[in-house]
T-cell receptor, first 113, second 113 residues
Framework: AQSVTQLDSQVPVFEEAPVELRCNYSSSVSVYLFWYVQYPNQGLQLLLKYLSGSTLVKGINGFEAEFNKSQTSFHLRKPSVHISDTAEYFCAVATGTASKLTFGTGTRLQVTL | DAGVTQSPTHLIKTRGQQVTLRCSPKSGHDTVSWYQQALGQGPQFIFQYYEEEERQRGNFPDRFSGHQFPNYSSELNVNALWLGDSALYLC????????????FGPGTRLTVL
C-alpha cells in the first residue's frame, strides 16, 4: 500500500515571496505523483503531475515540482506567490494510470500582504 | 464543454436515513471514482466504476454502494447514515487507461444530524 505525508498543515507567506510545500510518499512500487489545489467550497483542480521522464515538472499558475526518487519526495514550489494562491494544496500518489489516488492530509497556504 | 457535475450541492439527513448522490462525468470520460473528504482531511477513495462495474474499492463498509449507468453517469448510495458520514463527497472522471488526468466535480456536502 502507498501513503502520502504532507509535513506542514499550514504555511503562511507574504505576497511575492517564494514558497515550498513539502510532500513525501511511501510505496513499494513505482508511482505517479500529483498536486491538486482546492479553493474554498470547490472541488479539486490539478496543478501538475509526474508520470515519467524529466523530474522537474511545470504546472499551471507558475507552480513547479521536483520528483526525487531517492528521498521519495515531490515538493511543490512557486518563486513568487499571489494573494489568489491562498488555498488548500493536496499531494497525491497512484500506482497505475487507472488506479485510485491516495491523498495526503493537505497544506493550507495562506498568502498575506 | 461541461466538466464533472454533481447533485445536489448540499444535503442534510438524519441518522439511519439513506442518501443518493449523483455524478455526471466530463464529456468523453467513461470511468467514475468517488471520494469522501471529511473536514480538514484529504479525500479518501471509496470506489471506481467502469463499464457499469465496480473495478476498485477502498476501505469503506458495504453501506456504501454505487452504480454506473450506460451513459457513464454514476450514483453513490449510503445506507444507515451515521454522524461520521458527514463529509464532502467528490466525484472524479477520466478516460480508462492511458495517462488521463482525473477531473473532479465540485462535490456534494452531506450533513448528518
Amino acid at each position: 500500500a502507498q501513503s502520502v505525508t504532507q509535513l506542514d498543515s499550514q504555511v503562511p507567506v507574504f505576497e511575492e515571496a517564494p514558497v515550498e510545500l513539502r510532500c513525501n510518499y511511501s510505496s513499494s512500487v513505482s508511482v505517479y505523483l500529483f498536486w491538486y489545489v482546492q479553493y474554498p467550497n470547490q472541488g479539486l483542480q490539478l496543478l501538475l503531475k509526474y508520470l515519467s521522464g524529466s523530474t522537474l515538472v511545470k504546472g499551471i499558475n507558475g507552480f513547479e515540482a521536483e520528483f526525487n526518487k531517492s528521498q521519495t519526495s515531490f515538493h511543490l514550489r512557486k518563486p513568487s506567490v499571489h494573494i489568489s494562491d491562498t488555498a488548500e494544496y493536496f499531494c497525491a500518489v497512484a500506482t497505475g494510470t487507472a488506479s485510485k489516488l491516495t491523498f495526503g492530509t493537505g497544506t493550507r497556504l495562506q498568502v498575506t500582504l | 464543454d461541461a466538466g464533472v457535475t454533481q447533485s445536489p450541492t448540499h444535503l442534510i439527513k438524519t441518522r439511519g436515513q439513506q442518501v443518493t448522490l449523483r455524478c455526471s462525468p466530463k464529456s468523453g470520460h467513461d470511468t467514475v471514482s468517488w471520494y469522501q473528504q471529511a473536514l480538514g482531511q484529504g479525500p479518501q477513495f471509496i470506489f471506481q466504476y467502469y463499464e457499469e462495474e465496480e473495478r476498485q474499492r477502498g476501505n469503506f463498509p458495504d453501506r456504501f454502494s454505487g452504480h454506473q449507468f450506460p451513459n457513464y453517469s454514476s450514483e453513490l448510495n449510503v445506507n444507515a447514515l451515521w454522524l461520521g458520514d458527514s463529509a464532502l463527497y467528490l466525484c472524479a472522471s477520466r478516460g480508462w487507461g492511458g495517462t488521463d488526468t482525473q477531473y473532479f466535480g465540485p462535490g456534494t456536502r452531506l450533513t448528518v444530524l
